[in-house]
Nanobody, 124 residues
Framework: QVQLVESGGGLVQAGGSLRLSCAAS????????MGWFRQAPGKEREFVAA????????YYADSVKGRFTISRDNAKNTVYLQMNSLKFEDTAVYYC?????????????????WGQGTQVTVSS
């Protein structure tokens, strides 16, 4: 069992930056690939970024590539999402999630555990 708790969301102006954190419980954090997803009102949950167990492989949605960076610290059981050059359309609730494999990494249904989400609001 893995419990995930996101933090770091908030209100920021367009062009600004935020860093989201996701703290995981349990001693098997390094056994899971981790992903970030987001969901805006009235829209489906969409993939943002993912990272492999060791952090050596990363994946990004085209919409955030070059602006967002995913990283993890297995010693702290934490995964991060550094978000720069934020745009109004980045406004959403951001969720972190954990899964055992890298297969279909961008598909929400393949994740085993989810956090409760943190709100990110970008003002234009």
């Amino acid at each position: 069992q893995v419990q995930l708790v996101e933090s770091g969301g908030g209100l920021v102006q367009a062009g600004g930056s935020l860093r989201l954190s996701c703290a995981a419980s349990g001693r098997t954090f390094s056994s899971y690939a981790m992903g970030w997803f987001r969901q805006a009102p009235g829209k489906e949950r969409e993939f943002v970024a993912a990272i492999s167990w060791s952090g050596g492989i990363t994946y990004y949605a085209d919409s955030v590539k070059g602006r967002f960076t995913i990283s993890r610290d297995n010693a702290k059981n934490t995964v991060y999402l550094q978000m720069n050059s934020l745009k109004f359309e980045d406004t959403a609730v951001y969720y972190c999630a954990a899964r055992a494999t890298l297969k279909s990494i961008a598909i929400p249904g393949g994740y085993d555990y989810w956090g409760q989400g943190t709100q990110v609001t970008v003002s234009s």
